[in-house]
C-alpha cells in the first residue's frame, strides 16, 4: 500500500515495479515496528546468504549489526560511475559520461525481471531537517534490506519524508537500485541529472547503493544547487564555541582519506580546554549551504549519521567517533573477535583478536594473521553509526536553518608544497585556491608515491556536472555573498621532514590552527601576505604545550618554496586547459596572477 498520494511518486513507482517485477513490494514507514521486523528477517537468513547479518553482543554494542559484502564489492567505483547529460559537455572532462537515452537502453534489460522472487522496499527519505528549507526528498526503491536499514541511520527515513514533499510536487530524486546478481562486470552507478534520477545495479557496497549519500547529496545535488543558486559540496560543517560563548562555523573540504571525519570530531588541546573552547560536529562529510534571509551563507548537514571508515580509529585517534558507533551501528567488513562477538579493525587498540573472523569471513588466529601480512579488516570497512551518538554532536544539527559559516577550509596532503595554513585574498581567489586543490597519493594505496592528483574542492569524484561551470558557480555565489562571505583558507596537516614524518601533530592540535582561522574571521590576528595568500605570523600560532614544535618549526611549517610552487604551476596548466571554454577566465586569470607573484 502506497504511503503518499502523490500522483508523481506512485507513478514512478509502478513504472519501476513494472520493469523489475518484484513478488512483493513493501513501503517503509520508518516505524520501530517494520524495523526490527525487517533486521528479525535479515539476521534469520542462513550463515551462506550475502545478504545476511548477524546481531553484534547485546551488552557490549546494543543494537549493533555486522555484515560483509563480496570481496569485489567493497568500495566506490569510479570507473563505473557516470553523468548522463544531453550533451558530453555538460558532464565536463572529469566526469564519465554517456548519453541518457543510450545508457537507459543499455540498463533497462538489466533491471527487467531483475526483482523477480525478490522484495522491493520502496524507501522515502529526506536529506536534511524535515521541515527545512534547505532539505529534498528522495525516493529509493531498493531490493535489499541492508540499504533499508543503513538508510535509516544515514537519512530522516519514512513517511514523515512524503509530508514534506506533499501532494503534487515532483521535486524528489528517483533511485533504482538492485544488488542483481553483484556482478562486478555490469555493475553501474548512474546519474541523470536532468531527471532527477539515480539506477545503481549490482554492488551492495555502501558508497554505490545508499543513494542518498554521494549519488543525490553530491552528485544531483551540485547540479540542482547550480540551477536553484545553492551549493553541495563534500565539506565537515563543524561548529567551535569560544569562551566568550560565541559559536563560529567552518565548514571543510579534503579528498577522501585525509581525515574529514577527524577534524569533524576534534577534541581541543588541554589548553584550549581550561579557557572555555569546545568543538561541535555538524557533519563530517556533505554540507549544503545557501544564502539565508540575513545574506550569510547558512550550512545544513544533509545527512542523518556517519558512514565512517574504521580502520584506524580509536580511542585516541577519534574518541567521539569511536563512542558514536558503540550502539545502533552497522559495521560492513571489519572483523569480528568470536570471543565475545564484537567488533576489530586495524588501529582499534594492540589487541587483534585471537580467535577471528577476517573481513572475507575465514575464521584465524589475528595477530599470526598480521605477522604474516594479512588484513583482518577490509581497509575501507565502515561504520554507519547514527549522529544522534555521537558524544559532541551540535545542539544544531536538527536547526531546519543550518548554520551560518564564517570560515570556508580547503586542504590536501601535500608533503612540501602546501604551508600549515593560508588565507586567500579574497572570494575569487579563494575558488582558485580551492580549484588548484591537490593530494599526493601515499604508500597505502597502489601504485607510485608522491604522485599528485589534483581534486579540486575534493569534488573530483562528487561534481555531478562540468566543473568549470561548477567554478562559475562558485564565483556567482560570491557575488551574491558579497561581503558576507565567508573567509576561505587552506590547511596542510602532511608537510614531512627529510626522513618523510610528518611534522605537525594533527588531530585535537589541529584546534591551534583553526583558532587562527577564526581570529581572522574576527579580524582578531595578523596576516603577513606571501604570493600565495595570507600567513599567520609565526609567534601567531599557539604552540604552547607542544614539547616537538617549537617557533622554527612553526616558521619551516609557513615556509613557501617558490620553486615548488612554479612547478605545480605548471601542473595546473594542463588540468585547467582540459576544460576548454569552459574555465572561468576568473579562474586563468588566478593563475597568472599567482605565477607572476611567485616569478
Ligand atoms: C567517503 C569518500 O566515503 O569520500 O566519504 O570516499
Ligand atoms: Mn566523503
Redesign the pocket.
Known amino acids: 500500500m502506497s504511503l503518499t498520494n502523490n500522483p508523481n511518486v506512485n507513478k514512478w513507482v509502478d513504472e519501476m515495479i513494472a520493469l523489475t517485477k518484484p513478488e512483493k513490494v513493501v513501503w517503509i514507514d520508518g516505524s520501530k515496528a517494520q524495523l526490527d521486523a525487517l533486521t528479525e528477517e535479515v539476521v534469520a537468513l542462513p550463515d551462506s546468504s550475502r545478504d545476511k547479518l548477524y546481531r553484534l553482543n547485546e551488552e557490549k554494542l546494543p543494537g549493533c549489526l555486522y555484515h560483509r559484502t563480496l570481496p569485489n564489492d567493497v568500495a566506490?567505483v569510479e570507473d563505473r560511475t557516470f553523468i548522463c547529460t544531453s550533451k558530453k559537455e555538460d558532464a565536463g572532462p572529469t566526469n564519465n559520461w554517456s548519453d541518457p537515452k543510450e545508457m537507459y537502453a543499455k540498463l533497462t534489460p538489466l533491471y527487467d525481471g531483475v526483482m523477480k522472487g525478490r522484495t522491493m522496499y520502496v524507501i522515502p527519505y529526506s536529506m536534511g531537517p524535515i521541515g527545512s528549507p534547505l532539505a529534498k526528498v528522495g525516493v529509493e526503491v531498493s531490493d535489499s534490506i541492508y540499504v533499508v536499514l543503513n538508510m535509516n541511520i544515514m537519512t530522516r527515513m519514512g513517511k514523515a519524508a512524503f509530508d514534506n514533499l506533499g501532494d503534487t510536487s515532483d521535486d524528489f530524486v528517483r533511485g533504482l537500485h538492485s544488488k542483481a546478481d553483484v556482478d562486478p562486470e555490469n555493475r553501474y552507478i548512474v546519474h541523470f541529472p536532468e531527471d532527477n534520477t539515480i539506477w545503481s545495479i549490482n554492488s551492495a557496497y555502501?558508497?554505490n547503493v545508499l543513494l542518498g549519500?554521494?549519488c543525490f547529496a553530491l552528485r544531483i545535488a551540485s547540479y540542482q544547487g547550480k540551477n536553484e543558486s545553492w551549493m553541495a559540496e563534500?565539506m565537515l560543517i563543524l561548529g567551535i564555541k569560544k569562551p566568550s560563548g560565541e559559536m563560529k562555523y567552518v565548514c571543510a573540504a579534503f579528498?577522501?582519506?585525509c581525515g574529514?571525519t577527524n577534524l569533524a570530531m576534534l577534541i581541543p588541546p588541554e589548553g584550549y580546554k581550561a579557557k572555555g573552547y569546545e568543538v561541535f560536529t555538524v557533519g563530517d562529510?556533505i554540507a549544503w549551504l545557501k544564502q539565508g534571509p540575513d545574506g550569510r551563507l547558512y550550512a545544513i548537514n544533509p545527512e542523518n549519521g556517519f558512514?565512517g571508515?574504521a580502520p584506524g580509529t580509536s580511542a585516541k585517534s577519534n574518541f567521539n567517533a569511536l563512542e558514536s558507533c558503540k550502539k545502533n551501528t552497522i559495521f560492513t567488513n571489519v572483523a569480528l573477535n568470536n570471543a565475545d562477538n564484537t567488533v576489530w579493525w586495524e588501529g582499534l587498540d594492540k589487541n587483534p583478536p585471537v580467535d577471528a573472523t577476517e573481513w572475507k569471513g575465514a575464521k584465524v588466529n589475528g595477530p599470526e594473521y598480521i605477522a604474516e601480512g594479512g588484513k583482518l579488516a577490509h581497509p575501507n570497512s565502515?561504520f554507519t553509526a547514527p549522529a544522534e551518538n555521537c558524544p559532541c554532536i551540535s545542539p544544531e544539527f536538527n536547526n531546519p536553518k543550518g548554520v551560518p559559516i564564517d570560515a570556508i577550509v580547503f586542504g590536501g596532503r601535500r608533503a612540501k608544497t602546501a604551508p600549515l595554513v593560508y588565507q586567500s585574498f579574497d572570494w575569487n581567489h579563494g575558488t582558485f585556491v580551492g580549484a588548484i586543490m591537490a593530494s599526493e597519493t601515499t604508500a597505502a594505496a597502489a601504485g607510485a608515491v608522491g604522485v599528485v592528483r589534483r581534486d579540486p574542492m575534493?569534488m573530483l569524484?562528487?561534481c555531478g556536472y562540468n566543473m568549470g561551470d561548477y567554478w562559475a558557480h562558485w564565483l556567482d555565489m560570491g557575488k551574491k555573498l558579497g561581503d558576507k562571505a565567508p573567509k576561505i583558507f587552506n590547511v596542510n596537516w602532511f608537510r614531512t621532514d627529510d626522513e618523510g614524518h610528518f611534522i605537525w601533530p594533527g588531530f585535537g592540535d589541529n584546534m591551534r590552527v583553526l583558532d587562527w582561522i577564526i581570529d581572522r574571521c574576527d579580524g582578531l590576528a595578523e596576516a603577513v601576505e606571501t604570493p600565495i595568500g595570507f600567513e599567520p605570523k609565526p609567534e601567531d600560532i599557539n604552540i604552547e604545550g607542544l614539547s616537538d614544535i617549537d617557533l622554527d618549526v612553526v616558521k619551516d611549517l609557513l615556509s613557501v618554496d617558490k620553486s615548488l610552487w612554479l612547478e605545480d604551476c605548471e601542473n595546473i596548466k594542463p588540468f585547467f586547459e582540459k576544460f576548454g571554454d569552459r574555465l572561468p577566465k576568473e579562474m586563468a586569470d588566478q593563475l597568472s596572477a599567482l605565477e607572476a607573484r611567485l616569478a
Open positions: 566506490r555502501g558508497g549519500k554521494k563534500h579528498p577522501s582519506a574529514k562529510d558512514f571508515v565502515r575534493a569524484p562528487f
